[in-house]
């Protein structure tokens, strides 16, 4: 959901908020870098989609957690100068105010603060700003203080270990961080609480940005142990595990963290083989059955199915072909009926997914066709065409449901799902961007 909430007297800041289902917590989730993510009206992120906290907000979600991304305040977006402004009193204005709202989605609020994220939650405690705050998560710290002889972030620090659990995750490997985990950590050694925990992180991978634009050469967010690459889910799956549990006070710890499930992407190499119909698996479902696979190289993935009895598939366009379709065949449907045709899937690689379908397979004249493109980053509805509704939603697991709706003259469809490449139907493939297909399915509505 995206909204503008008040903070300060005629100023309102940007926010994506992510609801769970009656969450016990709410997370409020700090970019790093300038923290100008241009959030447009529609969801969009323009800037930072290589930021940590973006990268794994959805998986807060996914353990029923929601989630709170906020852009520059309205009075300082461009051609404002932000030099200065995460250790502003207007910031920690802007920080308090947040909180205060999200209260009204959780009885507990974190912040969740990436690179120089963490410079704007310091400076907010340190001003007395975050007193609704239950805990603070400090990822892969910058601390830019305002001054040579400053100690207002460190301040804040020794307020936040005083008052509230307080986690540090930054990979051993950080340079840019390495500095101030260092004085974090003494100085909450000489606070002598019990509430400071710190991880120090090895593993991951050299995960190339999707964006390689958004940042300037050589700098601390071009390099993968300081943005964590690879690490999204097993990172997470530890910060939430610490929140579930009020922010547990166990010593520091190093984590050997390995990347999730390869299922594919941008460092993966290039699968140049397309897949025949014939290898892929039989899927388990009544009146269901595949028709065409062209231009894909189709993989059985080893994961929690999306839909009972049909496989995961990775789905990979392959330079083989401009065109990179799977089909299959439902019939047994109830005729002049409309259905909700939905497919679960996840990016590979940057791809997005095209949702087909019509009915009357058998003629050359079907009486319905219609489909739609989604961007699977962005989690947006990018075109569509003859469907009556259309819609892209998030599910456990990382799974989006797109779905359009049809109805069928015969009880029977034809739906294809293709990975696509921006809103282009044909285009050469690289062999690495593609889809995970979770399954297929046809649920009637009336």
Not at 364 to 393: C, M, N, Y
């Amino acid at each position: 959901m995206i909204d503008n909430w008040p903070t300060r007297p005629d100023t309102t800041v940007r926010v994506l908020l992510t609801k769970a289902n009656q969450p016990l917590d709410a997370v409020m989730m700090l970019p790093g870098g300038h923290g100008n993510i241009n959030l447009d009206s529609r969801g969009h992120i323009g800037w930072g989609e290589d930021d940590f906290v973006i990268r794994s907000r959805w998986y807060y979600f996914d353990r029923g957690i929601a989630t709170l991304v906020p852009d520059v305040a309205a009075d300082h977006k461009p051609p404002v100068s932000l030099t200065g402004f995460r250790t502003s009193a207007l910031q920690a204005d802007d920080l308090s105010a947040l909180s205060n709202h999200l209260h009204g989605t959780a009885p507990r609020v974190w912040i969740v603060a990436y690179d120089t994220g963490a410079t704007s939650a310091l400076n907010a405690i340190a001003r007395g700003k975050a007193d609704l705050i239950a805990g603070l998560v400090l990822v892969s710290p910058v601390l830019e203080e305002p001054g040579p002889n400053s100690t207002l972030l460190i301040d804040g620090l020794r307020l936040a270990v005083g008052r509230m659990p307080v986690l540090v995750v930054a990979h051993q490997a950080d340079a840019c961080s390495a500095p101030d985990v260092e004085r974090i950590r003494q100085a909450a050694a000489a606070a002598k609480t019990a509430n400071f925990r710190s991880i120090a992180v090895t593993g991951g991978s050299a995960q190339v940005l999707h964006d390689p634009f958004a940042y300037a050469e050589g700098s601390c967010n071009t390099q993968a142990p300081h943005r964590l690459a690879g690490l999204d889910e097993v990172l997470t799956d530890k910060i939430i595990d610490w929140i579930r549990g009020a922010g547990s006070t166990v010593p520091g710890e190093t984590l050997s963290a390995a990347p999730p499930l390869a299922v594919g992407g941008r460092n993966a190499p290039p699968l140049t083989q397309a897949t025949p119909l014939s290898a892929l698996p039989e899927p388990g479902v009544a009146n269901f059955r595949w028709v065409t696979l062209r231009g894909l190289n189709a993989h059985a993935v080893n994961a929690d199915a999306a839909i009972a009895g049909q496989p995961v598939l990775r789905l990979i366009a392959t330079p083989d072909s401009m065109a990179h379709t799977l089909s299959i065949r439902l019939s047994g449907l109830d005729k002049g009926r409309t259905y909700r045709i939905a497919a679960w899937v996840k990016p590979v690689a940057g791809g997005n997914a095209n949702l087909a379908a019509f009915d009357r397979p058998d003629s050359k004249q079907p009486s319905d066709s219609g489909d739609a493109i989604f961007d699977l980053e962005s989690h947006q509805i990018l075109k569509s065409s003859g469907v009556t509704e259309r819609d892209i939603e998030q599910h456990s697991g990382a799974w989006q449901k797109v779905w359009i709706d049809l109805p069928t003259a015969d009880g029977e469809f034809l739906i294809a799902i293709r990975p696509i490449k921006g809103i282009d139907y044909l285009f050469d493939g690289d062999g690495k961007l593609g889809v995970l297909l979770g399954g297929i399915e046809a649920q009637r509505l009336d």
